[in-house]
């Protein structure tokens, strides 16, 4: 039986909601900015309550952008959301592949093809950015939608947990798949992915956050607007030198791209938090 005590109850929920408080109001203060004109936001004090001008701001953002920068945000929306959705995409689907042939195929110099995998964990993008840039500027990437994905593609990540999860498959599936006369790719497709689907689903909201939030990479291989991803766009709205910066326009922008992976995160709650707790089998 468990005892309820009232105090630590109140407690907790004062802790959560203080909690709770902190990291929104923040966005709270940003929300309220993008529904103002300058001269509001720029007074003192700041009005902490919503303004009258949401949809003007939203729509001059959206449509328009920044007077500095020349780029709508509805564009660099458009790219951010496709390199995230191509990174993600091809992370799990080559960790997926990777995984199979690791596990199901015995070929050698396996382990040692798994840990060179592997140790890739210990080299983040930073360590092997100009690297990276010399084979995508050498293949005419730059300012692409490839140049800003395939770089990003491969997961050691992806791989260790679909491998890890592989492992635990039973192994008289795979003999009663062989028995049917099952083809490997067959078994593949029809088998083990839906078999994986909580773990690709947990792989997806990882991947699609790490590709919307990438900045240093875009920054590097764009050089034409059109291509611009949103963080790069927020960061050349502030760049005005000695002019005003419009701040309900960047309030607006940083609401907007926040939205996406809000949106994703929401939508595959469930499937994220099972495939990071359960093995489905």
Not at 257 to 271: G, T
Request: hydrophobic share 55%.
């Amino acid at each position: 039986m468990i005892e309820r005590n009232p105090l630590r109850t109140f407690i907790r929920h004062v802790v959560l909601v203080t909690g709770v408080f902190i990291v929104m109001f923040p966005v709270y203060i940003a929300f309220v900015a993008s529904t103002h004109d300058l001269a509001s936001i720029t007074q003192a004090p700041m009005p902490i309550r919503p303004g009258l001008l949401f949809f003007s701001n939203y729509v001059q953002a959206i449509f328009e952008g920044s007077k500095n920068l020349g780029s709508a945000v509805g564009v660099m929306m458009k790219n951010s959301f496709i390199m995230a959705m191509g990174i993600s995409i091809g992370k799990i689907v080559i960790s997926l592949l990777a995984a199979f042939a690791l596990v199901f195929f015995k070929f050698p110099g396996q382990s040692f093809f798994f840990w060179s995998v592997f140790i890739t964990l210990m080299l983040p993008i930073e360590v092997r950015i100009m690297p990276s840039y010399k084979v995508i500027s050498d293949l005419g990437m730059l300012n692409s939608y490839a140049g800003l994905i395939l770089p990003m593609m491969v997961s050691a990540t992806g791989v260790f947990l679909f491998r890890q999860f592989f492992k635990t498959i039973p192994r008289e599936i795979v003999e009663a798949a062989q028995m049917d006369g099952s083809s490997p790719m067959r078994f593949f497709l029809q088998i083990l992915v839906p078999m994986t689907k909580t773990s690709i689903a947990a792989m997806f909201v990882i991947q699609f956050l790490y590709g919307w939030n990438q900045y240093l990479w875009p920054l590097l291989i764009t050089t034409e607007e059109k291509y611009y991803t949103l963080l790069i766009g927020i960061n050349r709205m502030l760049a005005v030198g000695d002019q005003q910066a419009e701040w309900q326009i960047i309030m607006a922008t940083t609401i907007l791209a926040m939205l996406p992976p809000v949106l994703v995160v929401i939508s595959m709650q469930k499937l994220f938090v099972k495939g990071m707790t359960e093995t489905e089998k």
